[in-house]
């Protein structure tokens, strides 16, 4: 991943289900993390009106500025606020394979969740199935 902004909301849905079709797993499950302490993988609606409410609600909780407010940066980093973001977002998500696919909810999608960015990050996927 690499998200241009500080902060974004990426569909990753299209590159995991492509992941799941090339490993020909057939009943299973898919494991999606970020592999970074300022970023989260999470399974919700794709609607930009939620996102933008994301946006809102993660700034009220854990404001960026000011960078001062926080005992992490005193370390010379700015970014306390990502870390906190990403624990309210999570980890990463596990989605059921059924009949070759990820069996998701109505609306369900996996987005990436970059709280600190303008750099190159991981995303792991594992699958185990048959
Ligand atoms: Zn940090």
């Not at 990753?12 to 057939?26: A, F, L, N, W, Y």
């Not at 299973?28 to 999470?42: D, K, Q, W």
């Amino acid at each position: 991943m690499d998200v241009p902004a500080r902060r974004g909301l990426v569909n990753i849905t299209p590159q995991v289900s492509e992941v799941v079709k090339e490993s020909g797993i057939k009943e299973g499950l898919c494991l999606v993390n970020a592999m970074h302490i300022t970023a989260s993988v999470f399974i919700n609606d794709d609607e930009s009106g939620l996102h933008q409410d994301y946006e809102r609600w993660l700034e009220e909780l854990a404001p960026h500025e000011p960078v001062s407010s926080y005992q992490h940066n005193r370390t010379g980093e700015d970014n306390a606020d990502a870390h906190l973001k990403r624990q309210i977002m999570g980890r990463g998500v596990v989605v059921a394979i059924t009949d070759g696919k990820l069996d998701f909810g109505p609306w369900e999608q996996i987005f990436y969740g970059e709280f600190d960015g303008r750099r190159r990050k991981r995303v792991l996927v594992k699958i185990i199935g048959e």
